[in-house]
């Protein structure tokens, strides 16, 4: 099927648009999580917590969680952002560049930082989390995600190959 008659990239060029938006309403909404964290009440309240529970681990814990989901951000933007310049190139007809290979191997080593971020915010849920109250947060160790990691970078790899190999034939012609 050829490129221009792909409904898949359209979409795909609008999902990451609104990514991007969503990544920034996260990160606000993370940055008012570190500010309210001041309010030790609130926080408990929020997170309905026991106040008889250390409250100040328990918000020591919440503001290095926010800390690091603010952190969180950044990664994100340079994923979705070289994400839409790969969309844009397969839209143009031409995705086996140097370039796309040079932007999956930044993907893939992005990844692997978020993956390693979520081990940490994990096991401070973890620290934190008892049988009584249970912190349970979408993080730590993901089968799925480091999975991700590698096929990124071995899409990198083929990408790189694959643009290797088209300038070796374009020199051979």
């Given amino acids: 099927m050829p490129v221009a008659s792909s409904r898949a990239l359209p979409i795909a060029y609008v999902v990451l648009r609104i990514l ?3 990544n920034w309403v996260m990160g606000a909404v993370i940055l008012a ?4 964290s001041t309010n030790e009440q609130w926080i408990l309240d929020a997170l309905k917590l ?3 529970l250390d409250p ?37 007809g031409d995705p086996f560049v140097a370039a796309n290979a040079t932007r999956l ?11 390693l971020l979520g081990i940490v915010i994990g096991a401070i849920a973890e620290s934190v989390s008892t049988p009584a109250y ?8 993901s089968i799925n995600g480091w999975l991700a990691v590698l096929l ?3 899409l990198a790899r ?16």
């Fill in 20 to 22: 991007i938006v969503l």
């Fill in 33 to 36: 999580v570190l500010v309210a």
């Fill in 50 to 52: 026991d106040p008889s």
């Fill in 56 to 92: 100040e681990r328990l918000l020591t814990a919440v503001r290095a969680i926010a800390v690091l989901g603010i952190a969180v951000v950044p990664l994100n933007r340079i994923i979705l952002n070289r994400l839409v310049a790969i969309v844009e190139t397969v839209r143009a």
């Fill in 105 to 115: 191997q930044a993907i893939a080593w992005t990844l692997l930082a978020l993956q």
């Fill in 134 to 141: 249970p912190l349970h947060l979408d993080a730590g160790f």
């Fill in 152 to 154: 990124t970078f071995l």
């Fill in 158 to 173: 083929v990408f790189a190959e694959g643009t290797h190999m088209r300038e070796d034939l374009e020199g051979v012609v």
